[in-house]
C-alpha cells in the first residue's frame, strides 16, 4: 500500500538515512498503481526532512505548502512526523512558525477544524482502547495556545517536540503497537491535506477514502439512537432529545412511548404559554350549580397527571413525553418542582403544595420511580427561552443529527445528492452556532424524482430562506443562496 513506506518509518527505531527514507516515502503515495494520489497531487506539496545531527534541535519531517523556501522556517499547514528515541514519530497537522499563509483560508474556515476534530474523535474510539491517542485543538489558527498540559503530560515521550512546536501542533496521533491505528491516521491526516489541496485518491483507492472518511465523519454529527435513549432514561430517567428540525426527534419519542413502554404513558407540548398551573397544578374554574355559575379547584396537571398515573402500576415504566420542551420558560414552568427532577438522589424528595389536590398526593407532592421523561427540543428554534443551568445539570442531553443512511435507503437520487450538497455547505461554513440548524434527513426522504424536487422547493426552501432572513447564516448567506438557485434550476427543469 502506498502509504506503508511511511507507517515504516514512523514505527522504525533507525533513524538513520533519515532524508532519503522520507523523499522514498513521499513518492510512493503518488501514481497509479500503487500510490494513493494522483501524480498531479504531488506537486501540491513539498517535503522536508532535513538530515539529522546532534545540532539539528527537533528532527521532523513534513509535506509543506511548494511556496515556501527550500529550508529555514515555513508557514501554512502541513504534515509533520516528528521522530523521537525510543517511541514511534509523533504524528500530526501543524501550521508553520512563520504563520498561517498562503493556508489563512483553509486553516480559519470552520470546516477544517470540525474534521480535524472529528478525526481525532473517531482514532480515540477506534484505537484508543479506553485511552486517548488523538488531540486536536478547537481553532488552529490559535498558534497562541499550547497542547494542553493534560496531553503532554500523557505522552512524556515527545516533551521536546512539544516544548518546540506545542503551539503550532493543532491535530496529533501518537502511535501504539497497532500499525493499523497509524495507518489509519496518517490516511486520514493526509487525505484531508490533499483535498484541501484540490486531490482526492486515484479511482483505486476511493473505496479506503469513503470508508474512512464516513468513519470520522460519524464524529461530525454523533446521533443517538433510540436503544441507548432507553437505557439512558433506565438510569437517568429524565432525558431531553436535542437536534435541528427533521432529524425525527419527536418520532423517536413517540416511538419510545409506542414500543419501549407498551403505550403506557402521555405526550404533550409545550409552547409560550404553558404554565406552572398547567404542568404542576393550580386553581382552576369548575362548573357549579351555585349561584355564581363557577368556583376555583385545586386541578392537577400534566405532571401531576403523569405521576398519578404512573402510581396505579408501579412495577411498570410510565413515559411522560414533552414535545418543544424548551419552548416554554422551563424555570417558570417547574416552579419548586424542579427540586423533584434529581435521578441520582439518595432519598425519596418531596415539595409541599399550596392546595390540596386529593389521591394520591395531597398536599405532597413526589415523582415516582417508574416515572420517565423524554423531552424533545429543536435546536434550530432561536425564539425559544434557552434552558437554564439547573435545568440541564437534571436531564441528559443527547444529540439527534441528520442522517445519510436514512436518505440513502429512502430518498432518490435528487434527494441524496441535494442533502450531500447541504450537509456539506454546513460542515465547511458554519460556526458552532450555526451548525446545529442543518436540515435533517425528514427534508429528503422523497423517492419519486419528480415529487423531490417539488418537496425541495415548497418544504427546504422556506426553511433555509427563513435561515437568510433571520441571519442565522450571516457568515455563509452566499453558499446557501448559491444552494437555493440550484434547487430552484431543478424545479424549472421539471
Same mark, same amino acid.
Given at each position: 500500500?502506498?502509504?506503508?513506506?511511511?507507517?515504516?518509518?514512523?514505527?522504525?527505531?533507525?533513524?538513520?538515512?533519515?532524508?532519503? *527514507?522520507?523523499?522514498? #516515502?513521499?513518492?510512493? @503515495?503518488?501514481?497509479? =498503481?500503487?500510490?494513493?494520489?494522483?501524480?498531479?497531487?504531488?506537486?501540491?506539496?513539498?517535503?522536508?526532512?532535513?538530515?539529522?545531527?546532534?545540532?539539528?534541535?527537533?528532527?521532523?519531517?513534513?509535506?509543506?505548502?511548494?511556496?515556501?523556501?527550500?529550508?529555514?522556517?515555513?508557514? +501554512?499547514?502541513?504534515?509533520? /512526523?516528528?521522530?523521537?528515541?525510543?517511541?514511534?514519530?509523533?504524528?500530526?497537522?501543524?501550521? !508553520?512558525?512563520?504563520?498561517?499563509?498562503?493556508?489563512?483560508?483553509?486553516? !480559519?474556515?470552520?470546516?477544517?477544524? *470540525?474534521?480535524?476534530? #472529528?478525526?481525532?474523535?473517531?482514532?480515540?474510539?477506534?484505537?484508543?482502547? !479506553?485511552?486517548?491517542?488523538? &488531540?486536536?485543538?478547537?481553532? %488552529?489558527?490559535?498558534?497562541? /495556545?499550547?497542547?494542553?498540559?493534560?496531553?503532554?503530560?500523557? &505522552?512524556?515521550?515527545?516533551?521536546?517536540?512539544?516544548?518546540?512546536?506545542?503551539?503550532?501542533?493543532?491535530? /496529533?496521533?501518537?502511535?501504539?503497537?497497532?500499525?493499523?491505528?497509524?495507518?489509519? #491516521? /496518517?490516511?486520514?491526516?493526509?487525505?484531508? @491535506?490533499?483535498?484541501?489541496?484540490?486531490?482526492?485518491? $486515484?479511482?483505486?483507492?476511493?473505496?479506503?477514502?469513503?470508508?474512512?472518511?464516513?468513519?470520522?465523519?460519524?464524529?461530525?454529527?454523533?446521533?443517538?439512537?433510540?436503544?441507548?435513549?432507553?437505557?439512558?432514561?433506565?438510569?437517568?430517567?429524565?432525558?431531553?432529545?436535542?437536534?435541528? %428540525?427533521?432529524? +425525527?426527534?419527536?418520532?423517536?419519542?413517540?416511538?419510545?412511548?409506542?414500543?419501549?413502554?407498551?403505550?403506557? +404513558?402521555?405526550?404533550?407540548?409545550?409552547?409560550?404559554?404553558?404554565?406552572?398551573?398547567?404542568?404542576?397544578?393550580?386553581?382552576?374554574?369548575?362548573?357549579?350549580?351555585?349561584?355564581?355559575?363557577?368556583?376555583?379547584?385545586?386541578?392537577?396537571?400534566?405532571?401531576?397527571?403523569?405521576?398519578?398515573?404512573?402510581?396505579?402500576?408501579?412495577?411498570?415504566?410510565?413515559?411522560?413525553?414533552?414535545?418543544? $420542551?424548551?419552548?416554554?420558560?422551563?424555570?417558570?414552568?417547574?416552579?419548586?418542582?424542579?427540586? @423533584?427532577?434529581?435521578?441520582?438522589?439518595?432519598?425519596?424528595?418531596? $415539595?409541599?403544595?399550596?392546595?390540596?389536590?386529593?389521591? %394520591?398526593?395531597?398536599?405532597?407532592?413526589?415523582?415516582?420511580?417508574?416515572?420517565?421523561?423524554?423531552?424533545?427540543?429543536?435546536?434550530?428554534?432561536? =425564539? $425559544?427561552?434557552?434552558?437554564?443551568?439547573?435545568?440541564?445539570?437534571?436531564?441528559?442531553?443527547?444529540?439527534? &443529527?441528520?442522517?445519510?443512511?436514512?436518505?440513502?435507503?429512502?430518498?432518490?437520487?435528487?434527494?441524496?445528492?441535494?442533502?450531500?450538497?447541504?450537509?456539506?455547505?454546513?460542515?465547511?461554513?458554519?460556526?458552532?452556532?450555526?451548525?446545529?440548524?442543518?436540515? +435533517?434527513?425528514?427534508?429528503? @426522504?422523497?423517492?419519486?424524482?419528480?415529487?423531490?424536487?417539488?418537496?425541495?422547493?415548497?418544504?427546504?426552501?422556506?426553511?433555509?430562506?427563513?435561515?437568510?432572513?433571520?441571519?442565522?447564516?450571516? !457568515?455563509?448567506?452566499?453558499?446557501?443562496?448559491?444552494?437555493?438557485?440550484?434547487?430552484?434550476?431543478?424545479?424549472?427543469?421539471?
Amino acid at each position: 500500500m502506498s502509504v506503508a513506506p511511511l507507517v515504516d518509518i514512523i514505527h522504525s527505531s533507525n533513524q538513520a538515512s533519515w532524508s532519503q *527514507r522520507n523523499k522514498t #516515502a513521499f513518492e510512493a @503515495l503518488f501514481g497509479a =498503481s500503487e500510490g494513493r494520489y494522483p501524480k498531479a497531487a504531488e506537486k501540491a506539496v513539498t517535503p522536508r526532512a532535513p538530515e539529522m545531527s546532534a545540532d539539528s534541535g527537533v528532527p521532523f519531517a513534513a509535506y509543506i505548502h511548494p511556496s515556501n523556501p527550500p529550508s529555514g522556517p515555513y508557514s +501554512g499547514l502541513s504534515f509533520v /512526523v516528528f521522530p523521537v528515541t525510543g517511541a514511534p514519530c509523533l504524528v500530526g497537522l501543524v501550521v !508553520g512558525t512563520q504563520g498561517l499563509s498562503p493556508d489563512e483560508a483553509i486553516l !480559519g474556515r470552520p470546516g477544517h477544524a *470540525r474534521k480535524a476534530l #472529528a478525526i481525532c474523535s473517531w482514532l480515540n474510539k477506534e484505537f484508543g482502547a !479506553g485511552s486517548f491517542v488523538a &488531540w486536536a485543538k478547537q481553532d %488552529p489558527t490559535r498558534t497562541d /495556545v499550547q497542547v494542553p498540559e493534560k496531553v503532554r503530560d500523557k &505522552w512524556p515521550a515527545y516533551k521536546s517536540v512539544f516544548d518546540r512546536y506545542g503551539k503550532e501542533i493543532y491535530a /496529533v496521533y501518537c502511535p501504539t503497537a497497532d500499525r493499523t491505528g497509524t495507518e489509519s #491516521a /496518517v490516511i486520514a491526516f493526509l487525505d484531508l @491535506l490533499f483535498e484541501e489541496r484540490g486531490h482526492l485518491p $486515484i479511482t483505486s483507492c476511493r473505496t479506503s477514502y469513503e470508508s474512512i472518511q464516513g468513519a470520522w465523519f460519524d464524529h461530525l454529527m454523533p446521533s443517538v439512537e433510540r436503544a441507548q435513549v432507553v437505557e439512558l432514561l433506565e438510569t437517568r430517567r429524565y432525558v431531553i432529545v436535542q437536534g435541528p %428540525p427533521g432529524t +425525527g426527534k419527536t418520532m423517536m419519542a413517540t416511538e419510545l412511548l409506542r414500543e419501549d413502554y407498551g403505550g403506557r +404513558g402521555r405526550s404533550i407540548q409545550f409552547h409560550p404559554n404553558t404554565t406552572y398551573e398547567t404542568f404542576i397544578g393550580g386553581l382552576a374554574p369548575a362548573t357549579s350549580s351555585g349561584e355564581l355559575g363557577f368556583r376555583f379547584e385545586p386541578t392537577r396537571g400534566f405532571l401531576m397527571e403523569a405521576a398519578a398515573e404512573a402510581l396505579l402500576d408501579p412495577t411498570r415504566k410510565y413515559l411522560l413525553h414533552i414535545d418543544e $420542551i424548551n419552548r416554554a420558560d422551563l424555570g417558570k414552568v417547574l416552579g419548586e418542582a424542579i427540586f @423533584l427532577l434529581e435521578p441520582t438522589s439518595t432519598s425519596d424528595r418531596k $415539595i409541599s403544595l399550596p392546595y390540596d389536590f386529593g389521591e %394520591p398526593f395531597h398536599r405532597t407532592f413526589f415523582l415516582p420511580n417508574n416515572l420517565h421523561i423524554v423531552g424533545t427540543m429543536n435546536s434550530a428554534d432561536r =425564539s $425559544i427561552a434557552m434552558v437554564d443551568v439547573a435545568v440541564r445539570r437534571r436531564f441528559a442531553f443527547v444529540p439527534l &443529527w441528520p442522517r445519510m443512511s436514512v436518505v440513502e435507503q429512502y430518498g432518490c437520487d435528487t434527494m441524496r445528492q441535494a442533502f450531500k450538497d447541504l450537509v456539506s455547505i454546513f460542515v465547511e461554513h458554519a460556526t458552532e452556532d450555526a451548525f446545529p440548524l442543518v436540515p +435533517g434527513h425528514s427534508y429528503f @426522504l422523497e423517492a419519486d424524482g419528480a415529487r423531490a424536487r417539488r418537496s425541495l422547493q415548497v418544504n427546504l426552501r422556506p426553511l433555509l430562506d427563513e435561515y437568510l432572513a433571520q441571519g442565522y447564516v450571516g !457568515g455563509f448567506a452566499e453558499p446557501i443562496r448559491g444552494y437555493l438557485q440550484r434547487i430552484h434550476s431543478l424545479a424549472v427543469r421539471s
